[in-house]
């Protein structure tokens, strides 16, 4: 019961309340820079939808917890291997986040790229079907998703036996950066846009457009899509965001949410349109 507990502490009164502060302070900020629809009827009306995923995954979220729960302790009753107990917090704390930053990252990577793979699009396809990008988009994911992650965990984090409170640390530096990633402005790194990702990455990202589909998929260290053939850049690409293009509504939570169900009962229906294009600019 204590992991349930903690998720709702963390939900309902911790860093997920800062990550939608956050958004909001992100999109005030877009406006004052001078971002043309930053503060527009359909841009709240899109974060609104968002902000509707985001309270609808914490009500079902003790279902999915329990479930990725009982798998992760089969697993380990079945001998994954384990380090011996205090070879990670012999570690000084921020060594052990930076190592926990980099596998975590570097488990999303993985799971973002399986998303936009076969029957597994449909899942993410309503993070992709926002139409007006911004830091609340980081909450528009379909409850199957955080699961697939939180299971993915399991099996590259699970042997490394990282502190409950450099998780808890780590989770919400990823959790502001995807929504810092996802503001409404062009900002790029400069001669770090290789390693830490931008807003004009991963934008980029969600342009419908099929030379990014399944381009710059990292949430904070690019560096995984330079190693593993995803890196599109940080250029400029012309084209609406969303994800029109394989049929996704923008705004109507009860499509979105029984998205998958539907798509998964179309043969043929589960890839973004366009996939498999070459790399963006």
Known sequence: ??????????????????????????????????????????????????????????????????????????????????????????????????LFSILYDFTEYW?????????????????????????????????????LVRLAVIFTMGWAGIPAEVKGAGLAISLMHNCYVHFDLDWDHGPLRWLI????????????????????LANIFPVWDIMFGTWAGTGRLQGDFGAAKSGVPDRDFLALWLWPFTQWAKPGKNQPAGSGGSSGT
């Not at 349930?4 to 911790?14: E, I, K, P, S």
């Not at 629809?37 to 999915?64: D, E, Y």
């Not at 790229?113 to 830091?135: C, F, M, Q, Y």
């Open 111 to 147: 799971v973002h790229r399986a998303l936009h793979t076969g029957p597994l699009w449909p899942i993410h396809a309503i993070h992709h079907s926002d139409t007006a990008v911004n830091g609340f988009t980081t909450l528009r994911v379909h409850l199957f998703e955080p699961f």
């Open 197 to 216: 990702a931008s807003p004009r990455f991963h934008r980029l990202h969600h342009v419908d457009h099929p030379s990014v589909h399944h381009r710059n």
């Open 1 to 98: 019961m204590e992991p349930v507990l903690t998720f709702y502490r963390n939900a309902l009164t911790g860093w997920i309340i800062g990550a939608v502060a956050f958004s909001a302070f992100g999109m005030l900020l877009a406006a004052a820079m001078g971002r043309a629809g930053a503060l527009s009827r359909h841009a709240l009306a899109n974060a609104g939808v968002s902000i509707g995923f985001w309270l609808g995954n914490t009500a079902l979220a003790p279902a999915a917890l329990f479930v990725a729960l009982v798998l992760g302790n089969l697993l380990f009753a079945a001998g994954w291997p384990q380090l011996p107990a205090g070879a990670i917090t012999a570690l000084p704390f921020w060594g052990q986040l930076l």
